[in-house]
């Protein structure tokens, strides 16, 4: 029994799109049972979809021309903290490269190919901590004097671990590794509402990395960059606005941002 | 910190994030356009051309609504444009045309239907049915986000759907028996 009338050629083209009304799907439903060659359109136009489903798909994979990676592509950014520049300005300029550098990355092979490794690890690093993995701290917490000549030690450079207190953070862990890509380390913080921030650091980079850049992967966000010979992940899954306030402060306590201190 | 300066830092991070976005559309952009023009290096200079647009009004998009749809009514505006200026310059040949496009794929041997029969059937569509075929069954958006880019009612683009689809179908029918014709 219908209520709006016979079925017509929109509805078929409706329901064949997916955008028909769920009553009115019933009614053409019963409707093509009795009539074959609306049945057969039916068919027909479902067969439609499926080869305009595959229609020039492998555009979806495909590497984009030079013509449109360069549309794509930010103007270069200024990529270092000159003096007199505020810090935080810097960083918001580089950030705006840094996204669009980001998606162009992924779409576009790019030539950053050690930083994604990078960045890849800091975020596998910090889904370890996250899941309950090691996160103990190997020293004391309070022997930062110490550990900053272990740090020394290990990277070859001055490192001095960010302390995020002044944002609510406490360090919960810290752990030293070596492995492909040069030594490496990884810092662990937590809040008290239970957030949980993972800095990650490798040595190995060239001065002229020195980028700022952002990665969303699931529900982490992860703002890397790199600072002389060490490349820095902060990883967390919060806020990014929150995350970008949390880097702000450990690139500000980077050892080559504070030379009259330390 | 500066009031002003959190605000500074929301706004280039939503603009960062709507040109994510964009870029993360370029792939389904690329195909809408070869499927509509069939000619990849035509189709890639209208991706660029649109991309360049986006990116540079990136103000005008507002947040909640669709990206592609969006992109698709600045692909779609370019492309009309083309269709008029290339109309007023009929005398041009340094672009392929369609034609030239259509017949350089040789008919299959198979009858069964193949993405190519549906790609030359779609030739035989008047543009305006092949394009709301295509943003629907290639670019999948909805008939409503279809009926914001073409600037027509709905019912517009349910029409132009069944009329082309009923086309494509006989077309593509035709096709499917070409020994029968070429028997003289």
């Known amino acids: ?199 990650y650091v490798q040595s190995g980079f060239d001065r002229s990395d020195m980028t700022f850049r952002l990665l969303a992967e699931d529900d982490m966000v992860a703002f890397y960059w790199t600072d002389g010979p060490l490349g820095y992940a902060l990883t967390g899954s919060m806020e990014r606005g929150d995350l970008l306030d949390l880097a702000r402060m450990v690139y500000e306590k980077l050892p080559g941002r504070q030379t009259t201190t330390n | 910190m500066p009031r002003d300066h959190l605000d500074l830092k929301g706004c280039i991070i939503r603009n960062a994030d709507k040109r994510a976005a964009v870029i993360a559309e370029v792939p389904h952009l690329r195909r809408f356009a070869l499927s509509l023009l069939r000619h990849s290096d035509l189709a890639d200079d209208l991706v660029q051309d649109c991309v360049s647009r986006a990116l540079a009004k990136l103000d005008l998009f507002r947040e909640g609504t669709n990206m592609r749809a969006w992109l698709f009514a600045i692909l779609h505006n370019l492309y009309v444009q083309q269709l008029r200026d290339r109309r007023r310059e009929a005398g041009d040949h340094t672009a392929p045309t369609e034609d030239d496009i259509r017949h350089a794929a040789a008919p299959d041997q198979e009858s069964g239907l193949t993405v190519r029969d549906l790609s030359r059937a779609l030739d035989a569509l008047e543009d305006e049915h092949r394009q709301v075929i295509l943003m629907i069954g290639v670019g999948e958006l909805s008939y409503k986000q279809a009926a914001e880019v073409l600037g027509v009612p709905i019912g517009t683009v349910m029409s132009r759907l069944a009329r082309g689809r009923a086309r494509l179908r006989s077309v593509m029918a035709e096709q499917a028996k070409p020994t029968l014709r070429r028997v003289k």
């Open chain 1, 1 to 199: 029994m219908t209520t709006n009338g016979p079925i017509d050629d929109l509805d078929i083209v409706a329901y064949v799109d997916g955008e028909l009304e769920p009553e009115r799907i019933r009614e053409l439903e019963s409707w093509l049972s009795t009539h074959p060659e609306d049945a057969a359109k039916v068919h027909a136009y479902k067969l439609q979809n499926l080869l305009l489903g595959s229609l020039h798909e492998e555009m979806l994979s495909a590497p984009l021309p030079d013509a449109i990676g360069s549309a794509i592509e930010p103007p270069r950014p200024p990529l270092i903290n000159r003096n007199g520049l505020r810090i935080a300005a810097t960083l918001l300029l580089m950030l705006i490269g840094s996204l669009a550098g980001w998606g162009l990355n992924s779409l576009y092979g790019g030539n950053r190919a050690p930083e994604q490794k990078f960045v890849q690890k800091a975020l596998k690093a910090h889904v370890v901590f996250i899941s309950g993995g090691p996160g103990v701290s190997e020293t004391a917490v309070g022997k930062d004097d110490k550990l900053t000549d272990v740090y020394a030690q290990h990277f070859e450079y001055p490192l001095k671990v960010p302390n995020l207190a002044g944002a609510g953070f406490r360090t919960t862990g810290r752990r030293l590794l070596t492995g492909d890509g040069g030594p490496s380390a990884q810092f662990m913080y937590k809040d008290a509402a239970g957030r949980m921030v993972t800095l």
